[in-house]
């Protein structure tokens, strides 16, 4: 039997294959190394670290200016603990819902910030999830802790130990949403892509947040406006402070409530309402009541509604054409098919709708303090969904058509653009040494390709085998091999399909 002998596609000028990007092993979920330990350690413990030091300076400060013993201390810090994070207590017969959103708010940075720190360039699912609960396992333990003593404090102070599953529910949903935001903000493209969301879905992510950063700073501005016009009524919620630590101490308290008075000042610019238990107050109408007796409150308006009042509501009018006019320009949608716009204005809703439940809640003998959100949900969406609507349709005739972006404006889709320049995270795959390998590679390939560097030769011969029935030829018939030798050269230019044979 004679031996086949093949040769193999080949280049000539050497064969180079393109780097694939880097992928960690997946196998290694459960393997960690000292270096991602550690980094794992900091994500629980430092947020928790910081939160609970503050809390622990601040309860104390407060009872020894106070004269009060310290036999109620751990009780007080297990209440802070869980007060910053919306936990509801009730001290003696007083339920306290409504709970500062300033100190909530500082504490999600802090693990957001750990959470994006954590994050590297190469991360897998497996690193993204162990980030996750690490930031998650923190809190949970502290949160455990806390519920312990309170439970124990609760026969030494009036503190009545809080529910258990919404504690736990607080908490996890707190630091799920720092963690989720601090990796967005480090990988959310790659993010994106994990959820498979679609482009429209993108834009629509983005122009929800412009729509309520908007909105909060439009409210913000309206509320130091309104505290400085009612500035000469500060001085009375001070006359009970006493000493120069009550003074500091309704100051800082002031501040922690003023995250929350912003968000209802929001309902007020849409056309909803707030309530602080039977007083209420809006565009349209005042209703009088008891007030807390807090210097933020003197921004809170008690006397009958003025008339230039509803003029207010040209602000989520004007925030809603503005989203309009970025999405005409970020995204492709039509005229026809608003979804982009539909999908922001839906997801500015949810978010402001949620942080009009936290911001609100039930205050002792005040009542309920809080925005009509069922009210509050439909006018945000209107506003926001109409006038965007106008602003894109406004846009694509006289603006933007689509599939056009005027110079300048960043394209959220395009990796070559600015965009993202201020992710503050290093390319996903490619170190610069790779990147040059791999840019080489194609300059050398394919730049100035002319068909002669590449060529596939084949070369065969005809192998006699014994076949299993001997067949048998008629006289005279051509016993010639079929195929001596053959080499079969590819063409000049791959993509015009001929090919030469010798």
């Known amino acids: 039997m004679n031996s086949s002998r093949n040769s193999l596609v080949r280049r000539t000028g050497g064969s180079r294959q393109v780097p694939e990007p880097h992928e960690p092993d997946e196998a290694g979920f459960l393997s960690l190394t000292p270096e991602r330990a550690r980094v794992l350690v900091l994500v629980a413990g430092r947020p928790t670290t910081y939160a609970l030091a503050t809390i622990i300076v601040l309860v104390l400060a ?6 009060s013993n310290l036999a109620g201390t751990s009780g007080a810090i297990a209440a802070g603990w869980l007060g910053v994070h919306q936990v509801p207590l009730v001290i003696g017969k007083t339920s306290l819902g409504l709970l500062p959103l300033l100190p909530t708010a500082l504490v999600l940075w802090l693990a957001g910030r750990e959470c994006a720190r954590a994050v590297e360039p190469d991360c897998t699912r497996a690193d993204l999830g162990w980030i996750v609960g690490a930031a998650l396992g923190g809190p949970l333990l502290i949160t455990a802790i806390c ?26 949903g707190l630091y799920l949403i720092a963690a989720v935001g601090g990796i967005a903000t480090r990988n959310r493209r790659e993010l994106f892509v994990l959820l498979r969301l679609p482009e429209w879905a993108i834009s629509g992510v983005y122009g929800a947040g412009r729509a309520m950063l908007r909105l909060l700073g439009c409210a913000a501005a309206l509320v130091v406006l309104s505290f400085l016009v009612h500035i000469p009524r500060v001085g009375d919620t001070y006359q009970g402070a006493g000493n120069f630590a009550g003074v500091l101490g309704l100051t800082l308290l002031s501040l922690a409530y003023l995250p929350n008075l912003v968000v209802q000042a929001v309902g007020v610019l849409v056309g909803s309402s707030a309530q602080i238990g039977v007083a209420s107050f809006g565009v349209f109408s005042v209703a009088g009541g008891p007030i807390p007796a807090v210097p933020l409150m003197a921004a809170v308006p008690t006397g009958p509604a003025a008339g230039w009042w509803p003029v207010l509501l040209l602000i989520p009018a004007a925030v809603g054409v503005l989203g309009g006019l970025d999405l005409a320009r970020s995204s492709t949608d039509r005229i026809d098919a608003p979804w982009a716009t ?10 402001l709708l949620l942080l009009g439940v936290v911001a609100g809640g039930e205050l002792g003998t005040f009542g309920r303090i809080g925005l009509d959100l069922p009210v509050f949900a439909v006018v945000t969406f209107a506003w926001l969904a109409i006038p965007g ?4 349709a406004f846009a694509r005739w006289f603006l933007v058509p689509v599939g056009t972006a005027p110079d300048g404006y960043a394209d959220p889709y395009d990796d070559d653009d600015d965009y993202y320049a201020d992710d503050n995270y290093a390319d996903d795959y490619y170190t610069d040494d790779e990147y040059t390998d791999h840019r080489d590679y194609f300059e050398d390939d394919y730049a100035d390709y002319d068909g002669a560097d590449l060529e596939v030769e084949l070369d065969g ?3 006699d085998e014994q076949t299993a029935i001997d067949t048998v030829r008629a006289p005279g018939a051509n016993t010639t091999p079929d195929i001596v030798d053959a080499e079969v ?14």
């Open 389 to 392: 609507y106008v602003g894109l």
């Open 147 to 172: 519920l312990a003593v309170a439970e124990d404090a609760s026969g030494v102070v009036a503190l009545q130990p809080p529910n258990t599953l919404a504690a736990f529910a607080w908490v996890f």
């Open 461 to 463: 011969e005809l192998v």
């Open 62 to 67: 407060t009872l020894l200016t106070s004269g």
């Open 342 to 351: 539909l999908c922001s204005a839906a997801l500015a809703t949810v978010g």
């Open 489 to 502: 050269v590819e063409a000049d230019l791959p993509e015009s399909g001929r090919v030469e044979g010798r």
